[in-house]
T-cell receptor
Framework: GNSVTQMEGPVTLSEEAFLTINCTYT??????LFWYVQYPGEGLQLLLK?????DKGSNKGFEATYRKETTSFHLEKGSVQVSDSAVYFC???????????FGAGTRLTVKP | GAVVSQHPSWVICKSGTSVKIECRSL??????MFWYRQFPKQSLMLMAT?????????EQGVEKDKFLINHASLTLSTLTVTSAHPEDSSFYIC????????????FGPGTRLTVL
């Protein structure tokens, strides 16, 4: 079936450190891939997405590249800020399918 | 564009009562709406999928009679938690699919339900 495996947290970094959160997926065909961010007490906000192989999604300094050969969509940011503290979810939607699958979520804490 | 709202944002109720949560797509027509449940420090669990004018499709293990979903229009879906009990306390999140945006769901801000 379709699934997402996400690096377990929590992750604690100092401000301006480099961030990587690993995400791999299992799916048939070519799924669309997403990263969502959830701040405390709030719903999900789309951070970035990619819909085909080799696409790079980017937003607010975050980037992720759709790697078909490694079935991965790792999230990276060169220099994190305290305001980036949140829970990050990797997700996929199979090709031509409504069903969205989420990873377990990774809690990021950035300390000043 | 593609804004989804939920009402209420939080609700506290007594055990045995029913609670209705509304999910609205504010600036688009949602072909499909989804309801998720999220326990503290956990991921989202899909509860059901609903299409306007038809019965919702529930995920395995979700009680249809307990979680009533009505998708009355292309902009409104409601989730009613019937005879709520403390174990139903959770964060409920809805999302909506817009036909013009491929393979993406737009999420509401969530509703925190606490059953005393």
């Amino acid at each position: 079936g379709n699934s997402v495996t996400q690096m377990e947290g929590p992750v604690t970094l100092s401000e301006e450190a480099f961030l990587t959160i690993n995400c791999t997926y299992t799916a048939t065909g070519y799924p669309s891939l997403f990263w969502y961010v959830q701040y405390p007490g709030e719903g999900l906000q789309l951070l970035l997405k990619a819909t085909k192989a080799d696409d790079k999604g980017s937003n607010k300094g975050f980037e992720a590249t759709y790697r078909k050969e490694t079935t991965s969509f790792h999230l990276e940011k060169g220099s994190v800020q305290v305001s980036d503290s949140a829970v990050y979810f990797c997700a996929l939607t199979p090709y031509n399918n409504n069903d969205m699958r989420f990873g377990a979520g990774t809690r990021l804490t950035v300390k000043p | 564009g593609a804004v989804v709202s939920q009402h209420p944002s939080w609700v506290i109720c007594k055990s045995g009562t029913s609670v209705k949560i509304e999910c609205r797509s504010l600036d688009f027509q949602a072909t499909t709406m989804f309801w998720y449940r999220q326990f503290p420090k956990q991921s989202l669990m899909l509860m059901a999928t609903s299409n306007e004018g038809s019965k919702a499709t529930y995920e395995q293990g979700v009680e249809k009679d307990k979680f009533l979903i009505n998708h009355a229009s292309l902009t409104l879906s409601t989730l009613t938690v019937t005879s709520a009990h403390p174990e139903d306390s959770s964060f409920y999140i809805c999302s909506a699919r817009w036909a013009l945006v491929y393979n993406e769901q737009f999420f509401g801000p969530g509703t925190r339900l606490t059953v005393l």
